[in-house]
């Protein structure tokens, strides 16, 4: 199994819906983040969360909110989806020591 | 952060050595060097991270200049399954969460 998991892998969705992406993991990390990848960029953080009752804004927070619902688990919800929010949405975890993070395998998100 | 700089594109000979420069002459004393690479649209994958001294791990090698200005991932045997795009950051280890990934270079191994 990943160690980081999200789901679902790929959504088209509509203007205005809401649409919650979900992010679990195995590696007891305390940190998760979230963050997005538009085509021919880098990625950009949505949200990040240190324990279940840290939550803190990244470079991007509009029109997205997040749940730490456990340490294992972090979704990042789209209240009312718009077209520019068609992105690739990474999860990641980070432990306590200055060591990298680890990426899950992303959700493909269209807004039509 | 400090601003890092890479070429947009690189290829390499399949079996040779890949070596991925890295400018960041704005870098703080506190700053750590990463390097992650993301194979198609799949999530980024650490490979490797220094603070001043040479560093090697079982993908790569990261060699750091004296001055920290600069630096360069050496991937000793590139082999096809090498060919992504890399990013190298720089950071301090902790309180800055606001880590950016900027657009990389995109390496090609031929085979």
């Known amino acids: 199994d990943a160690d980081v998991t999200q789901t679902p892998r790929n959504r088209i969705t509509k203007t205005g819906k809401r649409i919650m992406l979900e992010c679990s993991q195995t590696?007891?990390?305390?940190?998760m983040y979230w963050y997005r990848q538009d085509p021919g960029l880098g990625l950009r953080l949505i949200y990040y969360?240190?324990?279940?009752?840290?939550?803190n804004k990244g470079e991007i927070s509009d029109g997205y909110s997040v749940s730490r619902q456990a340490q294992a688990k972090f979704s990042l919800s789209l209240e009312s989806a718009i077209p520019n929010q068609t992105a690739l949405y990474f999860c990641?975890?980070?432990?306590?020591?200055?060591?990298?993070?680890?990426f899950g395998s992303g959700t493909r998100l269209t807004v039509v | 952060d400090a601003k890092t700089t890479q070429p947009p594109s690189m290829d390499c000979a399949e079996g040779r050595a890949a070596n991925l420069p890295c400018n960041h002459s704005?870098?703080?004393?506190?700053?750590?060097v990463y390097w992650y690479r993301q194979i198609h649209s799949q999530g980024p994958q650490y490979i490797i991270h220094?603070?001043?001294n040479n560093e090697t791990n079982e993908m790569a090698s990261l060699i750091i200049t004296e001055d920290r200005k600069s630096s360069t991932l050496i991937l000793p045997h590139a082999t096809l399954r090498d060919t992504a795009v890399y990013y190298c950051?720089?950071?301090?280890?902790?309180?800055?969460?606001?880590?950016?990934f900027g657009t990389g270079t995109r390496l090609t191994i031929i085979p």
């Open positions: 950051i720089v950071s301090p280890p902790f309180g800055n969460e606001k880590l950016t």
């Open positions: 590696k007891g990390h305390d940190r």
């Open positions: 990641a975890t980070r432990d306590s020591t200055n060591y990298g993070y680890t």
């Open positions: 969360s240190f324990d279940v009752k840290d939550i």
């Open positions: 704005t870098i703080s004393g506190n700053e750590y």
């Open positions: 220094g603070l001043k």
